[in-house]
């Protein structure tokens, strides 16, 4: 049997007012959608533990089939292991964004102009980081280069402890509430400080403001957490051979960890709206074809329009994603001449109005040819979800379901 995993990363929202009170879900098109949410168990399914703040990190997890009050260790070291960054033990892994803050004063006194820097690409951004683990690099200090402006900050022989703030949570705030505490606050918070009082000068910097360009002129850190150590996809759910497709560091990295390949893509993956999510639908299809029985297919589109308020272009990634990928790839599996399944859903909600993740239960639809009886609803949005009255506690159960 092939089984293949839509995950669209932040898709689910509240009511619009921009959009006569719907939400992007009830205002986009996207029949193949509605057809697996017609045809499949359909409802609501809890990704982030009541106990848990929301995010892509514990969600994806969730999804995965793991337990994230069992296997959570922290966000930035899921996205280490994809780097190729060896982690020890005893070591302490740090998201770190490069942002772009107002102001060139106190770093206290600033706002979080823009958490991405303004997707600044990996190149310029390679540049800075490297030129940032010049002046920080120690034996205990490494910073390493990722994609765009996530990164990585590894602190060696070091202990947990920090309270941080993901820089998303707090676009258009100031973030003088928001600066590292606690067990290694006092150094993050200095390299910050540093950060803040060079980058500026930086020509990539200086090229990116001659440009009108957002500059990164800060670095910010975040996702504490140790080396995870999951059990293996096959071990676990007895798949032979699986693959995850995603432009972000997170989600290879939960893939590599759970022993599935990193699935290569030929076109421009950016992790926005503005992806080729067709190339993304071939890749996926390719990898079924050439003997994978379990894709995980990651869009982050979404996720990044609620996180910039992106009202219209959330809606249109949304009718990307079901016609340009879902699409396809059903048709693949129709097709195929073999028992499938498939499963739709986010990770957690990004309402446009908020900017950031929330923990509400978000919509599934799961459809198998192996599953008989199951009845849904009409159309995949929210409101058809709650009202089926159907709430899976908590989303791990449904790879099991998916795959058996």
Not at 260 to 265: A, D, F, G
Not at 357 to 366: E, Q, R, T
């Amino acid at each position: 049997m092939k089984s293949v995993v839509f995950l669209c990363d932040g898709m689910a929202d509240y009511p619009v007012e921009a959009l006569g009170g719907r939400t992007p879900l009830e205002a986009a098109s996207h029949p193949h959608m509605d057809e697996i949410a017609q045809n499949g168990l359909f409802g609501l399914a809890r990704t982030v533990p009541e106990t848990m703040k929301p995010g892509s990190d514990n969600a994806n997890l969730s999804v995965f089939g793991y337990d994230p009050l069992v296997y959570y260790t922290g966000r930035s070291p899921l996205e280490a292991v994809n780097m190729g960054i060896d982690l020890s033990p005893a070591d302490v892994a740090y998201r770190c964004n490069t942002v772009t803050l107002s102001g060139d004063g106190l770093l206290e006194d600033c706002i979080m102009t823009d958490y991405s820097a303004g997707e600044i690409s990996s190149e310029e951004s390679r540049q800075l980081i490297l030129s940032m683990d010049q002046l920080f690099r120690s034996q205990r200090v490494e910073l390493y280069p990722g994609i765009s402006y996530r990164h990585c900050l590894v602190l060696r022989n070091a202990t947990t402890g920090a309270t941080t703030t993901p820089p998303h949570d707090i676009s258009g705030k100031p973030v003088k509430d928001c600066l590292p505490q606690g067990t290694n606050g006092e150094l993050l918070l200095d390299m910050m400080k540093r950060s803040f009082a060079v980058l500026k000068d930086h020509p990539v910097n200086q090229a990116r403001i001659a440009q009108g360009k957002n500059p990164a002129n800060c670095l910010w850190f975040w996702g504490e957490g140790r080396k995870p150590a999951l059990s293996s996809f096959r071990e676990k759910f007895g798949v032979e051979k699986g693959g995850v497709i995603s432009a972000v560091d997170l989600i290879q990295g939960i893939g590599r960890c759970a022993g599935l390949e990193v699935l290569p893509v030929d076109g421009k993956i950016t992790g926005t709206y503005e992806t080729d999510f067709s190339a993304k639908a071939r890749a996926a299809i390719r990898a079924l074809e050439n003997g994978c029985s379990f894709v995980y297919l990651h869009m982050e589109g979404p996720d990044e329009c609620g996180h910039h308020g992106q009202i219209p272009e959330k809606v249109g990634c949304i009718q990307d994603i079901d016609q340009k990928v879902i699409g396809p790839v059903l048709d693949y599996l129709k097709k195929c001449g073999e028992d499938y399944s498939v499963l739709i859903m986010p990770d957690h909600p990004t309402p446009l109005r908020l900017r950031t993740h929330v923990s509400d239960p978000v919509p599934f639809a799961l459809f198998s040819t192996r599953r008989k009886g199951d009845q849904g609803a009409a159309s995949f949005t929210e409101q058809a979800a709650k009202d089926t009255g159907l709430l899976i506690p908590q989303a791990c159960q449904l790879m099991p379901m998916l795959l058996g």
